[in-house]
């Protein structure tokens, strides 16, 4: 009964390689995010969708590309594989739409660590 | 730039010390504020969060902090670590209409000695 999930834990793929990382959540929650975190443990924003809509996209590159099929998940697509995208990849979730319900919390999922060979 | 700064990087204690790490923000209007602790290969657990009123907040395992509004911080205590508390504790500011993004300190690793 894990509140947010991620698929895979571990990710090893060689430079140039298209992956996805799968994100779920069974809160209930409208929001979902993506944030990365480096090799010296900082993370920041990448995306933000509610109720399948993007409300943020922080200077991504297009080579991410986030899906909402539904509320409950928000997957990440990531094509043509660089070195720099090596990171932990936490997918997190929110009740509250677009931060007008500033009472909400976020929930982070287990992370999802991407190394590219 | 606007930012959140956490003073230390990296912090050793023994058991039984006192805890109190920094964190500064430089953004101006309503804030909520939060400390989450990410242990050794786990994801981020919230240790306490403060939206408004009393300034000072209890969390989660004897940690507890304080909103200073006029200097910008939000200090993370503890009077007692113990060695479980080993971690990365990161600080985070989120702002109104801002999408609900939240932006985090660079982190300060604890490291309590047994």
């Known amino acids: 009964d894990t509140a947010v999930s991620q698929t895979p834990k571990y990710l090893v793929t060689q430079m140039g390689n298209d992956k996805s990382i799968k994100c779920e959540q069974n809160l209930g929650h409208d929001t979902m995010y993506w944030y990365k975190q480096d090799s010296k443990k900082f993370l920041k924003i990448m995306f933000s969708?509610?109720?399948?809509?993007?409300?943020i996209n922080e200077t991504v590159p297009n080579r991410f590309s986030p899906k909402s099929p539904d509320k409950a998940h928000l997957n990440l697509h990531i094509n043509s594989l660089e070195l720099g995208d090596s990171a932990v990849y936490f997918c997190a979730s929110s009740d509250g739409t677009s931060g007008r319900a500033l009472s909400d919390e976020q929930f982070f999922g287990p992370g999802t660590r991407l190394t590219v060979l | 730039a606007q930012s959140v700064s956490q003073h230390n990087h990296h912090v050793i204690l023994s058991e039984a010390a006192s805890l109190e790490l920094g964190c500064n923000y430089s953004?101006?209007?309503?804030?909520?504020l939060f400390w989450y602790v990410q242990y050794p290969g786990q994801h981020l657990q919230l240790l306490l969060k403060?939206?408004?009123?009393?300034?000072l907040v209890k969390g989660i395992k004897g940690f507890e902090a304080e909103f200073i509004k006029s200097k910008f911080s939000f200090n993370l205590r503890k009077p007692s670590v113990q060695w479980s508390d080993t971690a990365e504790y990161f600080c985070?500011?989120?702002?109104?209409?801002?999408?609900?993004?939240?932006?985090f300190g660079q982190g300060t690793e604890l490291s309590v000695k047994p």
């Open positions: 969708y509610n109720n399948k809509e993007l409300i």
């Open positions: 953004y101006g209007g309503t804030v909520n």
């Open positions: 403060y939206f408004s009123g009393d300034p």
């Open positions: 985070a500011v989120r702002r109104n209409n801002q999408g609900g993004k939240l932006i």
